[in-house]
Structures are given as structure tokens and as C-alpha cells.
Nanobody
């Protein structure tokens, strides 16, 4: 079993930055691919960024490429999402998820409770 807890969300002006954190606990989380998804009101949950177990490969949605950076610290069991140049359309609840294999779909075994990110004009 893996538990995930997100933090770092909040209210930020357009153009600003935030760093989300995801703390993992439980089984050997270093062996899991870690991803961030988000869900805006009235929209489906969408993939944002992912990182493989080793941290050597990262993946991004086109909408965030060049603005967001995913990273992980397996020793600390942490995953981060550095978000820069935030846009109004980045407003959503952001979820951290984990699974044995990286995939773009949301079929992950473990999910956090989410953290709200609100970008204002």
C-alpha cells in the first residue's frame, strides 16, 4: 500500500510560480512511476507530468511543456512539480498518483487527495 499527500497549492497571479510536493509513504515508492494529473471544474481529469522510477525519463502534457518541471527524490520519497509562468487555464485540483508502470492514462493504483491551484488575473 502507498499513501500520497500533496501540498503546496494556493492562489497565485498569472505569470507566477508554485511548487507542488507529493509525500509518499508505505511500500518501496522508489519502484513506482509518479505522475501529476489535474482536474478543472466541469472538465475531465488530465495528465500533466510524469516521471519514471529512476527519474531519468520525464513526460509532459503539451499545455505545460516548458513551464512545468517534475522531479523526484527517492531517498525522501518526494515528488515535486515546479510550475512557472502560470496561466488562468492552469487552475485546477492537482493530484499526485503512483503506479508500477508509467502511462498517460489515469489508471494508477494510488492517488493523493489533491491540492487546489488557483491562478488569478
Amino acid at each position: 500500500q502507498v499513501q500520497l499527500v500533496e501540498s503546496g497549492g494556493g492562489l497565485v497571479q498569472a505569470g507566477g510560480s508554485l511548487r507542488l510536493s507529493c509525500a509518499a509513504s508505505g511500500r518501496t515508492t522508489g519502484s513506482y512511476a509518479m505522475v501529476w494529473f489535474r482536474q478543472a471544474p466541469g472538465k475531465e481529469r488530465e495528465f500533466v507530468a510524469g516521471i519514471k522510477r529512476s527519474g531519468g525519463s520525464t513526460y509532459y502534457a503539451d499545455s505545460v511543456k516548458g513551464r512545468f518541471t517534475i522531479s523526484r527524490d527517492n531517498a525522501k520519497k518526494m515528488v515535486y512539480l515546479q510550475m512557472t509562468n502560470l496561466k488562468l487555464e492552469d487552475t485546477a485540483v492537482y493530484y499526485c498518483a503512483a503506479g508500477p508502470v508509467f502511462r498517460y492514462s489515469d489508471s494508477y493504483d494510488y492517488w493523493g487527495q489533491g491540492t487546489q491551484v488557483t491562478v488569478s488575473s
